[in-house]
Structure formats: C-alpha cells, structure tokens
C-alpha cells in the first residue's frame, strides 16, 4: 500500500506543470533602477510570475548594479549586464554584438528556458537566440506601435519573426503587430496588471488634482499645465500635484512660474511613496502625446478616481470609457479639457459615481487574471504543458 501511494504521489507530482518548477524565466529589461511606468510593469509581472511557482530573474541589460526601482519580491535573482547602449552607428554594432553575447550566455546556464524582452533592442537579441523546444523567446512591446519610425516598424516586421511570441499592450496594437509578421509569429494582447490590491479609498472632497510620470515630451505637462490654469484661478482652494522627475522640470517649472500659479501647481520628485498621492487626491489627470498601457491610470482606478485624459493614439481609451469612470478629451483641445475639469471639481456626487466605476473596472486587471492569460500564452507555445 505504501509503495502504490508513493506512485501515485510521484505520478501526480509529474502531472504538474514541470516548467513551473525546473525551468527559470529570464525578465530583461533596460534599466532596473529608473523609476518609470515600464519598470513598474516588469517588475509587477516579475513577481506575479513567482508568486504562481516560477523560478524568475530580472535582468538589467544596462546596469553594471543598483537596486530595482520597485519591490522584488524574496527569491527573484536581479542580474545587471552592464551594456551601454549608446554611440554612432558603428559603435551601436559593438553595442547589439556585446549584448548578444552576454545574453546568449544566459541560456547555457539553465535549459529549457524562457526569455522575455521589454523593448525593440532586446527583442531583436532574442529573436536570433529562439531555439524552440529549448529556448523560448517573448518580446514585449510597452508602447504604442504607431509612435515608432518607419525602420523600426520594418525591423519588427523583418526579425520578430523569431521570436515565439510578440505580446502588446492594446488590442489595437496586436491587429498592427498581426499585419506586419502575418501569421509568422503568435501575437498577443496581455496588458499591464494593476500594482495595488489593497487600497486605502480615496476621499472625494479633497481638493487635489494629480498626475505622475516621467517629466519628458511624451507626457505633455505643459499641456496640463496650460489647462489646469484656465481653472484653477476660479478655484483658489484647488491644487494640481504633478510627481515625476525629467529633464523638462526646468521647463515646467517656468511655466508654471509664468502663469503665476506656484500656489496651485507643485512639482514633486518620484517617490517610492506613490500611495500617499493617490489617497490624498479627487481626479487623476493625464496629457501625454502617446502611451503604451499607462500604469498611473490603472493605479488611479483602484483608488477609485475619476480620470480626465486626451485621446492619444492607444492606451487611455483602453482603460477610459467616456462618461463613465472619466473623460476623453482631444489631443490639444484646451478648452474642452478645461470645462471638463470644471465638471468635476465642481460636482462631488459625480466624482464618487466615476470613481466607483474606476473601481469596477480595474478588476479586470487583477494580478489573477493577468497571470492566467500569461499562463494561456505559455502553453500554447509549448514551454508549460
């Protein structure tokens, strides 16, 4: 009897999903330690990949060291390459061939194994080192697929091929990668899962709008700046929080100064304390010229806040449904952002209908559901049976 228990015990340990224990997945990513809404991602799915049995590292392909930006949770290596990825073009070659190699060198330590890439540069490294059946190869896309110049679009087109999988963000952004790799590649939309699952709810008559990221181009602060103003010199007793550090600070910051409004928009650096904004605020806003799937929204609707964004190409109207948990403005359209604004600031009873929705509609992004289309992808190209 015991001996027949012993083989079931041993068939039934069999049965299990062997890559989830044996084999290690390899997350690469630029930079570990830039705190910004990619790294967020990846080291969110890093973690959720953990918590249901894989064996996960990080690797930062240049870093030399330095700590991740966000938390990693206990038993997830972090490796640093120390790659520089910059110089003219013959420089950039020495750059793609370094890189090749130390991420090659990877694969001999572990196999079968799976790599997971965050951008162009690394997934065109993976899409050479694709070995299937024994190595895996996933590259990710964390922006939209529309913003990239036309050579990039063809080198996508030309090496992703490669790779086992091509993963984006949006729905929108799959349908452009199925057009260009035709049938040569599985392509997949997975988006960002949310960071937080427990939240302290916000409270609604605050008088504190906010908006995180990156102070660069992308984000397009001066347009909020510019419509924020029209509204907040009504409303004396209203402010604008704006968290993120960049090189267009000193910009923002003359601007800002330019419209006398010192009193009423902040600029604070980015802080691991991200929650302390969140539960201190009534609308979250964003401006950006283009996105991939923004994190800040997805973590603004588990605080349950309203959300007033421009339409830009892909990524808010992901998470946006207009008049429902927020508004979508268009690009540019000052006055019709500023009279949204004024809607809100305006009418608390509406503020909590949003944000209760916003609340809805982020559970669609649990970490449970993310990870189980992650799971989906993994079977079907063979790396978990």
Not at 24 to 44: H, K, S
Not at 269 to 289: C, F, G, N, Q, V
Request: one cysteine or more; a positive charge.
């Amino acid at each position: 009897m015991k001996l027949l228990i012993r083989q079931i015990a041993l068939m039934n340990f069999f049965k299990k999903e062997p890559f989830k224990i044996f084999s290690m997945i390899y997350l690469l990513l630029d930079t570990i330690t830039n705190r910004a809404g990619t790294e967020r991602a990846v080291i969110n799915l890093a973690n959720n990949l953990h918590a249901n049995g894989h064996r996960v590292s990080l690797v930062s392909v240049c870093t030399k060291e330095g700590e991740p930006s966000f938390q990693v949770e206990k038993g997830i290596e972090v490796h640093h390459l120390g790659i520089r990825l910059y110089g003219n073009a013959l420089a950039r070659k020495t750059v793609y061939l370094k890189a090749y190699r130390r991420i090659k060198a990877l694969c001999k330590k572990r196999e079968p194994l799976l790599l997971i890439g965050t951008n162009i540069f690394i997934n065109t490294i993976l899409s050479q080192i694709s070995n299937r059946g024994r190595i895996f190869t996933i590259g990710c896309e964390h922006i939209s697929y529309d913003i990239a110049r036309p050579i990039t679009k063809y080198i996508r087109g030309f090496l992703y091929s490669g790779l086992d999988a091509v993963v984006a963000l949006t729905k929108r952004d799959q349908q452009s990668f199925k057009a260009i790799l035709r049938g040569r590649s599985k392509v997949y939309a997975i988006p960002n899962q949310v960071s937080f699952t427990t939240v302290q709810r916000n409270a609604t008559d605050q008088k504190q709008m906010l908006a995180i990221g990156r102070l660069t181009y992308q984000k397009g602060f001066e347009f909020m700046i510019e419509d924020a103003s029209r509204v907040l010199r009504e409303r004396p007793d209203w402010k604008l929080i704006i968290v993120g550090d960049g090189e267009d600070e000193p910009m923002l910051r003359k601007e800002i100064a330019s419209r006398d409004m010192e009193s009423q928009i902040e600029i604070h650096p980015s802080t691991p304390e991200i929650r302390k904004y969140y539960e201190s605020s009534a609308i979250y806003l964003m401006t950006s010229r283009f996105e991939g799937l923004p994190m800040v929204l997805l973590e603004a609707e588990a605080y349950a806040l309203p959300i007033i964004s421009y339409d830009c190409p892909t990524g808010p109207r992901e998470l946006i449904e207009n008049g429902r948990n927020g508004f979508l403005v268009p690009m540019e359209a000052h006055e019709d952002f500023a009279d949204k604004l004024r809607l809100l600031m305006d009418d608390e009873t509406l503020r909590k209908k949003m944000g209760r929705e916003s609340e809805l509609m982020v559970k669609s992004y649990s970490p449970a559901n993310i990870y189980e289309c992650w799971k989906k992808l993994f079977v079907e190209i063979g790396y978990m049976n």
